[in-house]
């Protein structure tokens, strides 16, 4: 059970402190990426939950269901892994929709 806890709350953890920190106010860079990534981890909580519900629905076909649980379990960690390899590389990262409705809420 504990485990399960800290898969939701370790991704959240340092967006959040790195929002809150001191030197992330002075540098627009790293709030910015930070505030998104939070943005992201709810979207795959979301994607997460949605993919159970879709597998409890499809009870059958055993084979199907476990390659379609790999992929679709697979799809958001290299989507995150591709926005975070062009944020290291120094690069502003727009991600769609995510990133628009974070600046019509004033957040970014």
Not at 43 to 68: E, P
Not at 78 to 88: E, K
């Amino acid at each position: 059970s504990l485990g399960y806890i800290s898969q939701l709350l370790l991704p959240l953890l340092m967006p959040i402190l790195l929002v809150t920190s001191r030197a992330t106010k002075q540098s627009g860079f790293v709030r910015h990426h930070a505030t998104q990534a939070i943005a992201l981890v709810g979207v795959g909580v979301l994607y997460d939950l949605l993919v159970v519900l879709v597998l409890l629905l499809m009870r059958s076909r055993l084979l199907l269901m476990a390659l379609g649980a790999a992929l679709l379990v697979m799809l958001p960690v290299a989507i995150t892994l591709w926005y975070a390899i062009h944020a290291l590389r120094g690069r502003w990262i727009e991600i769609p929709l995510v990133t628009n409705l974070l600046k019509d809420l004033g957040l970014l």
